[in-house]
């Protein structure tokens, strides 16, 4: 259940789960290890599909953009969304505005803690780490400031067009479009990561 003091959980959602949600699972888990070390552990990362094909491995074009992240692809499986899902998330980062609305329709509570990974990142722009509460190095602590900092700047971080919160699909493209979404998901990421104290 959300909310849990000892363990953090992020649910990356997107359509097929197959593109841009596991690419940000894998990669936001790389990241996270290499900031946090064992303590990351305690940071649990998923991903789901509003058209989830259940059971499907990652794209290739995605493993392999993936890999030069950093990330690792291995084993992955996709999942279709669930409420459950979504109500054991603290925090729900869609890929685009009608991620964010599907998790919202299909579960109305999860409307304080959802929102695009883009916007996540536009919300925390401009933050420090002085800007946060104190709380320690504990990284479950350190997340829940920073996710309670960033919704409470909404409303208040200008956006000039509302399709800068999304990421673009790659599906069926060329490589560019995955190098593309790649390029848009890694510097969002970096964001809230700059702000855990590793």
Request: a negative charge; aromatic letters at 6%; proline letters at 6%.
């Amino acid at each position: 259940m959300a909310g849990s003091d000892d363990r953090f959980h992020i649910l990356m959602v997107c359509t097929g789960n197959i593109c841009r949600s596991p690419f940000a699972e894998r990669l936001l888990r790389a990241r996270l290890d290499d900031r946090l070390g064992s303590a990351a552990s305690r940071i649990e990362v998923s991903s789901s599909g509003t058209w989830g094909l259940v059971g499907e491995p990652m794209m290739a074009e995605s493993a392999e953009t993936l890999l030069r992240y950093g990330g690792d692809p291995a084993n992955f499986q996709a999942r279709a969304l669930s409420p459950e899902q979504i109500e054991d998330a603290d925090l729900v980062l869609g890929l685009t505005r009608e991620h964010r609305s599907k998790v919202v329709t299909m579960s109305p509570r999860a409307s304080g803690r959802a929102v695009t990974l883009l916007e996540f990142a536009r919300l925390l722009s401009g933050v420090s780490r002085a800007d946060l509460p104190e709380v320690g190095t504990d990284p479950v602590a350190q997340l829940r400031a920073i996710t309670e900092l960033a919704f409470s700047r909404r409303g208040y971080v200008p956006l000039d067009d509302p399709e800068d919160d999304d990421v673009p699909d790659p599906y069926g493209g060329k490589m560019s479009g995955y190098e593309r979404a790649a390029q848009l998901i890694d510097a969002a990421l970096a964001v809230p990561i700059a702000l855990l104290a590793g």
